[in-house]
């Protein structure tokens, strides 16, 4: 476990950094530091027109047939587009870029100690690859009929047959985007396992690994292992669309509901794929700002290693009404609510973390303390859904689009902020604003609650997704309804114009923060030992070895209240 | 080194095609006897698909060096193996299913031999239902 795996080959045309252009370093470089940075910025570029999406066709169903400022009439079909490629994109292309991606390929090599991936070549192949991906859903908007429009889920027979949802382009290119990206994600997610495996620092033991790059790693295998399916339904859905095959085609033999198996069997676990890296940054952060070491840590391990294997086996919960086997049902309605131990588990230790600790309010730690509290909402209410006779009601109402909200919005959005205030200092040298990052903070997460806590009234009083125009039906059409819809759309709109000042405290902060030393928060991770920002290698004083755990605060033997993992103490080093 | 592996390489090589040797012995000897029933099975079970996973695990072991790697390569691939068993099941209970608890499928099947005389249509569609 000791060597480090360098990519010494890769990196030999890297030795004259000095001789090397614009294009070589940042475009087509195969440093970790520099892809983490193309998945997050283009993460982010995603992200700002997946909040556009949502900003239009909110505007739409508070004010229904008004011209939308900014973007214009929402016909029906660009309505159905829109919220299709919101969701795709912030779960595709936001979420998974990075919090895993980004995430994953800065602080690998950094928390493990080594100096790069050890498939650099394959690391800037996932990305040329996720980027490509990206373009590619980004023309399917301009293409003639516009960008398919069938949901996220994209069910046959609607995303089969261009007679039905009329994009004889966008869902082929949509379909084609979305296994691109698969593909690049499987190139990244090799890579972490291999690294974390094989390229730790000398005397870090399995143990010894900070939490988030368990997570980081678990959720690569987890989404190894269950693509697979959605990449034959991808095929099989491509070929019903473009060269006429019927495998999803009722009136020809094939069945529409082994789509529904194909997606979910990876659109679960695919939730966890996302969820943990959320959870092990907010563990990184809750620990340092809280000076107290990880509540049980093995615990929390193995909890995440059985939510894992628990995810395979809950997809169906999403297809209870879809005519699937009542037997099947029960099953699948008995493993959705044991997958809530887990975590719960996880919840409870980190609570357990905080408590007696001398906790600091940073923005990051806000984040990461507003990460518990909106994830429980989402959590819980998960319980409700995952009941098969509670689902049938709420199946498909605004109450699954306000619970999967909780559960997406704090590991997508509030997960990614948490990073970035945390890390920051060690990406770019400088710290970020402290009273906008608080301003941002606030104002995101008031605003974020004022959006779906009417959004699961209005489910539960049975208002239906995907609806273009709620007044053409007259359940859904009263005053007192349309008010709360008119409430969380002007709620989203100062949500977004919240997110202004975090853009402009990481603009400016780039240039005129605060300088930020290696270890700016006390914290004992590697990544802290090396230089803000780390150069090309990462570690220019050499390696650094392992000592003892990642989560040593306030220890009794000693002064300080933190101990570096790499800080060589009165024991001896471990081998 | 090199020559090392080289000749294990080639040693599994002919084992392999050994084994192919006697996985199709299997069931033609099973034909040639007239075996029938339970005997028949006892021999082409384990000839034919017995072998075929021995054979799939000398590749994995030896040509994609499963053996050699660390211990988390072998248990990645099994763990996928079993899923698709998972996946497999979780499935089949609903897929392609001709009748259902609480609907009913208002056509008859196309049973292939429609441009027949009537009666043996009929036959035809029983049959199946038998089957299920």
Not at chain 1, 252 to 261: E, M, N, T
Not at chain 1, 312 to 327: C, E, K, M, N, T
Not at chain 2, 70 to 97: E, R
Request: net charge negative; with cysteine.
């Amino acid at each position: 476990m000791a060597e480090v795996a360098t990519a010494d080959v890769a990196h030999d045309d890297h030795h004259h950094e000095h001789e090397e252009s614009f294009w070589s370093k940042y475009v087509f470089s195969t440093d970790h530091k520099i892809i983490g940075f193309q998945y997050m910025f283009t993460g982010i570029a995603m992200a700002l027109i997946g909040g556009y999406f949502a900003y239009v066709f909110r505007m739409q169903l508070a004010f229904p047939g008004s011209s939308v400022p900014f973007f214009g009439l929402v016909s029906p079909a660009a309505y159905n587009s829109l919220v299709t490629n919101h969701g795709t994109i912030m779960i595709f292309w936001v979420a998974m870029p990075v919090l895993i991606a980004a995430m994953g390929n800065f602080l690998i090599p950094l928390m493990i100690g080594c100096d790069d991936m050890v498939f650099p070549r394959v690391n800037r192949l996932s990305y040329q690859i996720f980027l490509l991906s990206a373009i590619v859903l980004i023309a399917s908007f301009f293409v003639p009929g516009g960008g398919f429009g069938g949901a996220w889920t994209a069910y046959p027979p609607l995303s089969a047959m261009a007679k039905y949802n009329a994009t004889p382009f966008g869902a082929p290119m949509w379909l084609i985007a979305v296994t691109l990206e698969i593909v690049a994600f499987l190139l990244g997610g090799i890579n972490f396992i291999t690294t974390v495996m094989n390229a730790r620092a000398k005397g870090m033991r399995m143990y010894d690994i900070p939490i988030v790059i368990w997570m980081i790693v678990i959720a690569s295998m987890l989404f190894m292992a269950s693509v697979g399916p959605l990449v034959a339904g991808a095929v099989m859905l491509l070929f019903d669309q473009t060269l006429g095959t019927t495998f999803f085609d009722a009136s020809a033999g094939g069945d529409p509901v082994l789509w529904q198996h194909l997606f979910w069997f990876f659109g679960h676990p695919e939730v966890y794929v996302v969820l943990l890296p959320a959870m092990g940054i907010v563990a990184e952060v809750m620990c340092t700002f809280a000076r107290k070491k990880l509540f049980a840590y093995k615990m929390i391990l193995y909890a995440t290693i059985g939510l894992g294997i628990l995810s395979f086996f809950v997809w169906a919960h999403h297809q209870f009404i879809s005519g699937v086997d009542p037997r099947a049902a029960y099953l699948f309605t008995t493993t959705t609510l044991l997958i809530s131990i887990p975590v719960a588990i996880m919840l409870f230790a980190y609570i357990a973390t905080l408590y007696g600790g001398s906790i600091q309010f940073t923005t990051a730690m806000l984040f990461a303390l507003s990460f518990l509290a909106e994830f429980l909402i989402g959590g819980v209410t998960g319980i409700w859904l995952g009941s098969s006779g509670v689902d049938i009601y709420l199946h498909d109402t605004y109450f699954v689009l306000a619970h999967f909200h909780y559960t997406f919005f704090p590991i997508a959005i509030i997960g990614t902020y948490t990073a970035i205030y945390y890390w920051f200092p060690k990406m770019f040298g400088r710290k970020m604003n402290e009273t906008w990052g608080k301003i941002h903070f606030w104002g995101t997460i008031i605003s974020f609650n004022c959006i779906f806590i009417p959004l699961f009234v209005l489910g539960a009083a049975g208002q239906h997704r995907r609806i273009y125009n709620y007044q053409h039906f007259p359940d859904l059409a009263g005053a007192d309804m349309q008010d709360m819809r008119v409430f969380a759309t002007i709620s989203l709109v100062v949500m977004l114009l919240f997110q202004i000042p975090f853009i402009i405290n990481f603009i400016v902060s780039l240039k005129y923060g605060e300088k930020a030393d290696k270890n700016p928060w006390k914290a004992n991770t590697l990544e802290w030992v090396a230089p803000s920002p780390p150069p090309h290698g990462n570690f220019p004083d050499g390696f650094p070895e392992v000592y003892r755990g990642p989560y040593e605060f306030a220890h009794p033997d000693r002064e300080d209240d933190y101990w570096p993992q790499n800080e060589p103490g009165n024991q001896k080093p471990k081998t | 080194m090199a020559g090392n592996s080289l000749k294990k390489y080639n040693q599994i090589y002919v084992a392999l095609l050994i084994l192919f040797i006697i996985s199709v012995l299997g069931p033609e000897l099973a034909d040639i006897l007239g075996m029938e029933g339970l005997s028949r099975m006892a021999l082409i079970l384990p000839t034919a698909f017995g072998i075929a996973i021995v054979k799939a695990y000398m590749v994995a072991a030896h040509f994609m060096h499963l053996k050699t790697e660390k211990i988390y390569a072998p248990y990645i691939l099994l763990a996928s193996l079993a899923l698709m068993f998972v996946f497999f099941f979780g499935v089949k209970i609903d897929i392609m299913a001709a009748e259902g608890h609480n609907w009913e499928k208002p056509y008859e099947e196309p049973t292939g031999s429609a441009g027949h005389h009537g009666d043996s249509h009929h036959d035809h569609g029983e049959k199946a239902d038998d089957h299920h």
